[in-house]
Every structure is written in structure tokens, then in C-alpha cells.
């Protein structure tokens, strides 16, 4: 029942969360809701700019038509939703929400299964109020619902790999291979993690590796993996080419160039660990020296701490960092966190007695939880308030999202609206449904006129 209303109380802070900044946040939250609001009309052409008026640039992602800029399927999931609900936005949002909660369960089982039920609870707790997880929620940051979907599969998949070693049941081993293959549809390779653990275990854990059974586990499930995410890549090679080979050149270089400016040095995330987790980054530490005491009783705790490295130290080589690289990893370095809490709290166990000992316990996760919420920092960035830098953002976001609505109805199929500013351009095709651009020169103002178009000016008076 304890993990019952723990979800329930997840599920309402995240529709709290969601309902935050009642706008399409610029990074990069409103071009995903484009791209999948198009999809939900042709659910195999991903498109930006669905009709273009004048011509486009595949090479730079928030200015095309055909969009393959992310991986489709937390873009199908969105466009599910808005099938359902409209183009609104908590259409756009609700798929993150129910991950979001779903995460938080997930989790739990993690550590019952690699701990036990109290571990497995308490980092289900601490997750529930981790910032930057729930800014994804609210769309805010970088890459927010794609980094979201991009955890949920990779924890996914990293759990159901945990229950197949230990009821080596087959339909566990095609789940995890299933859920790493939707990790990748979702936004790269990084989401095949999981085998990186499989290889860990029974390369260093119970040293099987060579095995016959092994080596056929591990093919069997690398063949499902692909076959969950290849379809699509050999899909947008053969029926967009151009695009296709671009976006996967691109992506390539992110290890060895630094793109659109994400620069940093080689340890540019071990910095990072007091941004994402507050001084409570040595909890993290603490939680790996008890499991390395006894290795044999937490060797899955263990493998979770390997995939954790390996992450960390892939993304410290790469030349582009971005702060969301890292946190597919979250979950588990949460786990070790809840992991070092159990542990240091049962030494005062018999000194303060059953009762007192339960009440304290609380009381220490609820002030750990607060730390990882960050609160003022939370505030900051989702309250108008004056004193804070993030105001402006706010003020203009919300102001041009009116604009739109009080416009949209005098709009027909003839209006091209031009001008718009801060890429809002891509907040009147979602809310309208009609083609807009950033600044139009006179030329192409022209080419518009031209083609019979008449040009509406963003933040002009109702015609």
C-alpha cells in the first residue's frame, strides 16, 4: 500500500509540475510538439515546417521540412496523445507525466530486487522530488521529454535484465532486449547500456562468459534490440536519404567535435555530480564503498555501478557535453544514494528504539528529498518572479502564446504569418495550424506574395 500512494502522490506533483509554465518551452519542448503533432496527421514523415512556403534547410533542424533531428519514439508517443487530446499542451506533456510515475516504480523494484524493499523505497521516494526529472515534466531544458522517455527505457531495460538473471525466464531476457531497443528509438546507442551490464556480470560477476548459453543469450538479444530500432533507420535512409545520412553524420560527431557550442572539460561531469545532486553526492560514494564490501551479496548493485562509470566516462572523452548526457544514470546513482541512507540510519536502529527509530527515518528522507527538489532553484525558474533573470523569459513566452490565441480564429487558410520572434514561429504552427516564419525579408515577402499568400505580422493588431 506504502508504494501505492507513493505513486498516487507522484502522479499529482507531476501534473503540478506539468502545469508550471502554461507555454511551449523554447529548449527544446516546442519543436518536438511540432514535429509530433505532424506526425499525428502522417505518422511516418516526420515534418517541422509541414508546408513550406519558402525553402528550407535540412541541415539545420529548427528550420526543415522532413525532421529526423530525434529518434520517433517518444514523437509517436506524443502524437498518440494529441490524437486523443488535442493540440494543446498538456496533450503534449501527459506521456511524460505517466512515465515520470512509471519511472518512480520501476525503480522501487530495482532496488528491492538488487537491495531489498527498503532501499527499493526509499530511492522511489527520493526520485519522486529529483529536479531535474521533474523539469523534464514541464518541458524546461534541454532535450526534457526525449531525456525523460531516454531513462524510462534505459531503467527499463536495465530492470528487466536484473529479473531475468534471477528467474532465467526467456520472456525477461526479449524484455530487456525490447526496452534497450526503444531506448535507442528514443535517441541513440547509449540506450543499449544494458548489454554492457550483461557483459559485466558474466564477464567479472560469474564468469560464464565463454559459455554456450551466454554467448546465445547475448546474440539472441542484441538480434531483438535491433530489430526493434534498425527498421527505422533503414526506413529513413531509403525513403528520405538526404536527411537520414545528414542526422546520422551529425550525431556521429558529438564524440569528436564539440556541436552548437556544448563544450566542457574532461571533468566536466564529475563537476556536475553538486549541480545534480547537491552535497549529497557523497551519499553516492558511500552507497559504492558498502556495496564493494560485499561484493558477492550486492553484485548486482555492483554491475549498476560499472554501467554507471562506463556512462560517466564515455560522455567525460566525447567533445560535446550536455548536462542530460548523464542523467540517464540517475535512477541507479539514486538507488546507491537510498542505498548508503538504509544503511548508516540502521546503526541507530536499536540505540533509539523501533518507534523513534521510524519517525527519524522520515524525518532524514523528507530533508534528503527537499536537498534533491532544490526548491529555490525550482521556483526560479517556473515562478514570475521579478528578481529572477528567468522573468523575462516568462513574460515574453506567456504574452506571445496569448497573442496567438487571440489571433488564431482570424486566420484562414490564405495567412502566412511572418516575423515572429524567439522562435515562436513554431508556437503558431502548433496552435494554429498555419505556416510562420522567423524574420522575412523583403525578397521572400515577395516569393509569399507571389504565391497568393496574405502576410501576417506577429504581435500586429487583429486584422
Known sequence: MSILALLMANLLLRVWSAGLDPFLNNWDEKFHALVALNLSHHWLKPTLVDRPYLPTDPHFWFYTHVWLHKQPLFLWQMALSIK???ANLWAVRLPSIV??????????????????????????????????????NSGLGYLEHNSLCFVFYVTLSIWAWVKFEKNQKFRWAVFFAVAAGCAVLTKW????????????????????????????????????????????????????????AYELSYNSRHFTEVIEGHQGGPFYYVD??????????????????????????????????????????????????????????????????????YRMMGWFRAWLGTDVFRFTQIIIICIVSWQLFHYDHFLDFHAPRPEQWYFGYRKDRITQTQWIAQNKSQWNDNNVIINCQDYSYIDVMFYSGHTAYGFVGPSDEQKLRDQGKHLIYFGSAAR
Open 84 to 86: 486523443l487530446f488535442g
Open 99 to 136: 512515465i515520470g510515475v512509471l519511472l518512480v516504480a520501476v525503480v522501487y523494484d530495482l532496488g528491492r530486487l538488487c537491495f531489498n524493499r527498503d532501499v527499493g523505497y526509499i530511492a522511489a521516494f527520493l526520485l519522486s522530488f529529483y529536479e531535474p526529472i521533474l523539469d523534464m
Open 272 to 341: 556536475l555530480l553538486k549541480e545534480h545532486y547537491m552535497l549529497l553526492q557523497v551519499l553516492i560514494f558511500i552507497g559504492f564503498t558498502f556495496c564493494l564490501a560485499d561484493i558477492v551479496r550486492y553484485r548486482f548493485a555492483i554491475v549498476l555501478m560499472m554501467m554507471s562509470t562506463v556512462v560517466y566516462l564515455f560522455f567525460s572523452i566525447a567533445a560535446t557535453k550536455m548536462d542530460e548526457y548523464v542523467l540517464m544514470v540517475s535512477p541507479m546513482l539514486i538507488l546507491f544514494m537510498a542505498f548508503a541512507l
Open 189 to 244: 546507442l547509449t540506450g543499449t547500456l544494458v548489454f554492457v551490464g550483461y557483459l559485466v556480470y558474466h564477464g567479472g560477476m560469474v564468469r560464464d562468459l565463454l559459455q554456450k548459453r551466454t554467448i546465445a543469450i547475448f546474440l539472441s538479444t542484441a538480434a531483438i534490440c535491433l530489430l526493434v530500432f534498425l527498421p527505422w533507420q533503414l526506413y529513413t535512409l531509403h525513403t528520405f536519404p538526404s536527411e537520414a
